[in-house]
Protein backbone atom coordinates (compact mmCIF):
# COMPACT_ATOMS: atom_id res chain seq x y z
CA UNK A 1 0.00 0.00 0.00
CA UNK A 2 1.18 3.32 -0.65
CA UNK A 3 2.00 6.20 2.04
CA UNK A 4 -0.33 8.58 -0.09
CA UNK A 5 -3.55 7.67 -2.03
CA UNK A 6 -4.63 9.56 -4.45
CA UNK A 7 -7.56 8.97 -6.81
CA UNK A 8 -6.34 9.47 -10.42
CA UNK A 9 -9.42 10.66 -11.86
CA UNK A 10 -10.12 12.22 -14.76
CA UNK A 11 -12.54 14.76 -13.31
CA UNK A 12 -14.16 17.09 -15.49
CA UNK A 13 -15.97 19.96 -14.60
CA UNK A 14 -18.01 22.47 -16.02
CA UNK A 15 -16.04 26.45 -16.29
CA UNK A 16 -16.56 28.08 -12.60
CA UNK A 17 -17.77 24.69 -10.67
CA UNK A 18 -15.57 24.37 -7.10
CA UNK A 19 -13.41 21.36 -7.26
CA UNK A 20 -12.68 19.60 -4.27
CA UNK A 21 -9.11 16.99 -5.05
CA UNK A 22 -8.21 14.91 -1.92
CA UNK A 23 -5.53 13.05 -1.13
CA UNK A 24 -5.19 10.32 2.42
CA UNK A 25 -2.36 9.47 3.75
CA UNK A 26 -0.64 6.48 6.00
CA UNK A 27 2.23 7.85 8.00
CA UNK A 28 1.76 10.00 11.08
CA UNK A 29 5.24 11.19 10.89
CA UNK A 30 4.49 13.61 8.14
CA UNK A 31 4.34 17.32 8.94
CA UNK A 32 3.87 19.41 5.30
CA UNK A 33 1.23 18.78 3.23
CA UNK A 34 1.69 20.16 0.04
CA UNK A 35 -0.54 20.93 -3.73
CA UNK A 36 1.31 20.80 -7.13
CA UNK A 37 0.26 21.82 -10.30
CA UNK A 38 1.73 19.72 -13.38
CA UNK A 39 0.77 20.22 -16.87
CA UNK A 40 1.55 18.24 -19.36
CA UNK A 41 5.18 18.19 -19.64
CA UNK A 42 6.25 20.24 -17.59
CA UNK A 43 8.01 20.01 -14.12
CA UNK A 44 5.66 20.61 -11.00
CA UNK A 45 4.38 24.05 -9.35
CA UNK A 46 4.10 24.39 -5.48
CA UNK A 47 0.56 26.12 -5.40
CA UNK A 48 0.23 25.82 -1.74
CA UNK A 49 1.52 24.06 1.22
CA UNK A 50 0.09 23.78 4.82
CA UNK A 51 1.67 22.67 7.93
CA UNK A 52 -0.02 20.81 10.82
CA UNK A 53 -4.00 20.66 10.31
CA UNK A 54 -6.43 23.40 9.41
CA UNK A 55 -7.21 25.68 6.69
CA UNK A 56 -5.32 28.07 4.24
CA UNK A 57 -6.35 30.03 1.74
CA UNK A 58 -4.39 31.28 -1.30
CA UNK A 59 -6.87 33.29 -3.83
CA UNK A 60 -9.37 30.79 -5.62
CA UNK A 61 -7.31 27.68 -3.84
CA UNK A 62 -7.59 26.51 -0.28
CA UNK A 63 -6.32 23.74 1.56
CA UNK A 64 -7.34 21.77 4.26
CA UNK A 65 -5.65 19.19 6.71
CA UNK A 66 -7.20 16.85 8.95
CA UNK A 67 -4.45 15.01 10.53
CA UNK A 68 -6.81 13.22 12.55
CA UNK A 69 -8.30 11.72 9.81
CA UNK A 70 -4.92 11.47 7.62
CA UNK A 71 -7.02 13.54 4.89
CA UNK A 72 -5.93 16.28 3.37
CA UNK A 73 -8.25 18.60 0.42
CA UNK A 74 -7.43 21.19 -2.27
CA UNK A 75 -10.96 23.36 -3.27
CA UNK A 76 -10.76 25.84 -6.35
CA UNK A 77 -13.32 27.65 -6.63
CA UNK A 78 -14.57 29.58 -10.09
CA UNK A 79 -12.81 27.23 -11.84
CA UNK A 80 -10.96 28.22 -15.11
CA UNK A 81 -9.97 26.08 -18.37
CA UNK A 82 -6.19 27.32 -17.33
CA UNK A 83 -6.51 25.39 -14.06
CA UNK A 84 -6.83 22.15 -15.96
CA UNK A 85 -3.52 20.00 -15.02
CA UNK A 86 -2.42 17.44 -12.90
CA UNK A 87 -2.69 18.02 -9.36
CA UNK A 88 -0.37 15.96 -6.94
CA UNK A 89 -0.68 15.91 -3.68
CA UNK A 90 2.63 15.72 -1.68
CA UNK A 91 3.90 15.18 2.00
CA UNK A 92 6.96 15.70 4.06
CA UNK A 93 8.45 14.27 6.86
CA UNK A 94 11.67 15.41 9.09
CA UNK A 95 14.17 14.32 6.07
CA UNK A 96 12.18 17.09 3.53
CA UNK A 97 12.16 14.63 1.05
CA UNK A 98 8.40 14.83 -1.04
CA UNK A 99 6.07 11.73 -0.57
CA UNK A 100 3.52 12.83 -3.58
CA UNK A 101 0.43 11.26 -4.69
CA UNK A 102 -0.63 9.72 -8.68
CA UNK A 103 -2.15 12.94 -9.21
CA UNK A 104 -5.74 13.58 -10.02
CA UNK A 105 -6.09 14.72 -13.66
CA UNK A 106 -8.67 17.87 -14.04
CA UNK A 107 -9.97 18.88 -17.25
CA UNK A 108 -12.24 22.47 -16.71
CA UNK A 109 -14.16 22.36 -19.65
CA UNK A 110 -15.10 26.13 -21.07
CA UNK B 1 13.04 35.23 -12.11
CA UNK B 2 15.39 32.66 -12.65
CA UNK B 3 14.26 28.88 -12.66
CA UNK B 4 15.78 25.37 -12.20
CA UNK B 5 17.58 24.45 -15.46
CA UNK B 6 18.06 21.42 -16.89
CA UNK B 7 19.98 19.72 -19.39
CA UNK B 8 19.61 18.25 -21.84
CA UNK B 9 15.68 18.21 -21.72
CA UNK B 10 15.39 14.98 -23.96
CA UNK B 11 18.26 11.98 -23.75
CA UNK B 12 17.71 9.26 -26.23
CA UNK B 13 19.47 6.12 -25.26
CA UNK B 14 20.63 2.57 -26.10
CA UNK B 15 20.36 -0.39 -23.17
CA UNK B 16 23.97 -0.45 -21.74
CA UNK B 17 25.24 2.57 -22.48
CA UNK B 18 25.70 5.97 -19.98
CA UNK B 19 23.89 8.86 -19.44
CA UNK B 20 24.64 12.26 -17.39
CA UNK B 21 21.95 14.66 -16.41
CA UNK B 22 22.59 18.08 -15.49
CA UNK B 23 20.28 20.13 -13.05
CA UNK B 24 21.19 24.37 -12.42
CA UNK B 25 19.27 25.29 -9.37
CA UNK B 26 17.85 28.67 -8.78
CA UNK B 27 20.86 31.11 -7.67
CA UNK B 28 21.60 31.28 -3.92
CA UNK B 29 19.71 27.58 -3.63
CA UNK B 30 21.82 25.21 -1.47
CA UNK B 31 19.78 22.01 -1.53
CA UNK B 32 19.27 19.97 -4.90
CA UNK B 33 16.60 16.52 -5.00
CA UNK B 34 15.95 14.19 -7.55
CA UNK B 35 12.69 12.60 -9.13
CA UNK B 36 11.94 9.97 -11.36
CA UNK B 37 8.66 9.94 -12.76
CA UNK B 38 7.59 6.75 -14.65
CA UNK B 39 5.26 7.31 -17.53
CA UNK B 40 1.94 7.90 -15.30
CA UNK B 41 3.26 8.04 -12.36
CA UNK B 42 4.14 10.16 -9.84
CA UNK B 43 7.69 11.40 -9.23
CA UNK B 44 10.05 9.08 -7.09
CA UNK B 45 12.49 10.39 -4.53
CA UNK B 46 15.94 9.43 -5.92
CA UNK B 47 18.91 11.67 -3.91
CA UNK B 48 19.18 14.53 -2.59
CA UNK B 49 22.42 16.60 -1.59
CA UNK B 50 22.66 19.91 0.76
CA UNK B 51 25.64 22.30 0.38
CA UNK B 52 27.76 19.50 -1.27
CA UNK B 53 26.67 16.79 0.90
CA UNK B 54 24.38 13.83 -0.31
CA UNK B 55 21.91 14.45 2.75
CA UNK B 56 19.25 11.53 1.59
CA UNK B 57 19.18 8.60 -0.44
CA UNK B 58 15.44 7.15 -1.42
CA UNK B 59 14.96 4.31 -4.15
CA UNK B 60 17.90 4.99 -6.56
CA UNK B 61 19.78 2.24 -7.89
CA UNK B 62 23.05 1.32 -7.45
CA UNK B 63 24.21 2.11 -11.22
CA UNK B 64 23.14 5.72 -10.88
CA UNK B 65 24.90 8.33 -8.86
CA UNK B 66 24.83 11.54 -8.25
CA UNK B 67 27.18 14.47 -6.86
CA UNK B 68 27.01 18.48 -6.13
CA UNK B 69 29.99 20.43 -7.20
CA UNK B 70 31.28 23.67 -6.05
CA UNK B 71 28.72 26.47 -7.88
CA UNK B 72 25.69 24.14 -6.13
CA UNK B 73 24.74 22.41 -9.69
CA UNK B 74 24.32 18.83 -9.35
CA UNK B 75 24.59 15.94 -12.03
CA UNK B 76 22.77 12.56 -11.88
CA UNK B 77 25.03 10.01 -13.69
CA UNK B 78 23.12 6.95 -15.07
CA UNK B 79 25.09 3.52 -16.05
CA UNK B 80 23.92 0.41 -17.86
CA UNK B 81 20.91 1.79 -18.94
CA UNK B 82 18.15 -0.41 -18.86
CA UNK B 83 14.68 -0.03 -20.57
CA UNK B 84 12.78 0.54 -17.06
CA UNK B 85 14.80 3.50 -16.61
CA UNK B 86 12.73 5.68 -19.56
CA UNK B 87 11.45 8.35 -17.54
CA UNK B 88 11.27 12.07 -17.20
CA UNK B 89 13.92 13.15 -14.68
CA UNK B 90 13.35 16.20 -12.54
CA UNK B 91 15.49 18.41 -10.29
CA UNK B 92 14.03 20.80 -7.75
CA UNK B 93 15.92 22.86 -5.68
CA UNK B 94 15.51 24.76 -2.07
CA UNK B 95 17.37 27.56 -0.13
CA UNK B 96 18.32 26.87 3.98
CA UNK B 97 17.48 24.19 6.40
CA UNK B 98 14.47 23.39 8.13
CA UNK B 99 11.44 24.86 7.47
CA UNK B 100 12.83 26.74 4.50
CA UNK B 101 13.38 23.79 2.46
CA UNK B 102 9.62 22.73 1.88
CA UNK B 103 9.30 24.81 -0.88
CA UNK B 104 11.17 23.18 -3.34
CA UNK B 105 11.18 24.51 -7.01
CA UNK B 106 11.04 22.28 -9.66
CA UNK B 107 12.92 22.07 -13.17
CA UNK B 108 11.37 21.24 -16.70
CA UNK B 109 12.50 17.54 -16.50
CA UNK B 110 14.56 15.83 -18.88
CA UNK B 111 12.88 12.82 -20.40
CA UNK B 112 15.40 9.76 -21.02
CA UNK B 113 14.29 7.29 -23.58
CA UNK B 114 16.09 3.93 -23.25
CA UNK B 115 16.16 1.92 -26.43
Known amino acids: QKEVEQDPGPLSVPEGAIVSLNCTYS??????FMWYRQYSRKGPELLMY????GNKEDGRFTAQVDKSSKYISLFIRDSQPSDSATYLC??????????FGSGTRLLVRP | AAGVIQSPRHLIKEKRETATLKCYPI?????VYWYQQGPGQDPQFLIS???????DKGSIPDRFSAQQFSDYHSELNMSSLELGDSALYFC???FGSGGAVVEQFFGPGTRLTVL
Open chain 1, 50 to 53: TYSS
Open chain 1, 27 to 32: NSAFQY
Open chain 2, 49 to 55: FYEKMQS
Open chain 2, 92 to 94: ASS
Open chain 2, 27 to 31: PRHDT
Open chain 1, 90 to 99: AMMDSSYKLI
